[in-house]
Nanobody, 123 residues
């Protein structure tokens, strides 16, 4: 079992930045690829970014490429999502997720989820 706790959400103006954190407890953090997903009101949960166990390989949704950066600190059991140049359309609840093996973009392929953190971007 892995428990995931997100933090760092909040209210920010368009063009601003936020850094989300997700800290894991339980089994060995390096056993897991990590992903960030988001869900806006009335929409399905969608892939944002993912990172492999070592941090050397990452993937991003087209909508956030060049603005968001995913990283991880395995010594702290934490994965981060640095979000720059935020837009109103980035408003959503952001979730981190973990899966054994390599990362994927499919939300149904992740085994563990955090409770989510709200990000609101005012225009």
């Amino acid at each position: 079992q892995v428990q995931l706790v997100e933090s760092g959400g909040g209210l920010v103006q368009a063009g601003g930045s936020l850094r989300l954190s997700c800290t894991a407890s339980g089994r060995t953090f390096t056993s897991y690829a990590m992903g960030w997903f988001r869900q806006a009101p009335g929409k399905e949960r969608e892939f944002v970014a993912a990172i492999n166990w070592s941090g050397r390989s990452t993937s991003y949704a087209d909508s956030v490429k060049g603005r968001f950066t995913i990283s991880r600190d395995n010594a702290k059991n934490t994965v981060y999502l640095q979000m720059n140049n935020l837009k109103h359309d980035d408003t959503a609840v952001y979730y981190c997720a973990a899966r054994s093996g390599y990362y994927t973009k499919g939300r149904d392929e992740y085994d563990y989820w955090g409770q989510g953190t709200q990000v609101t971007v005012s225009s």
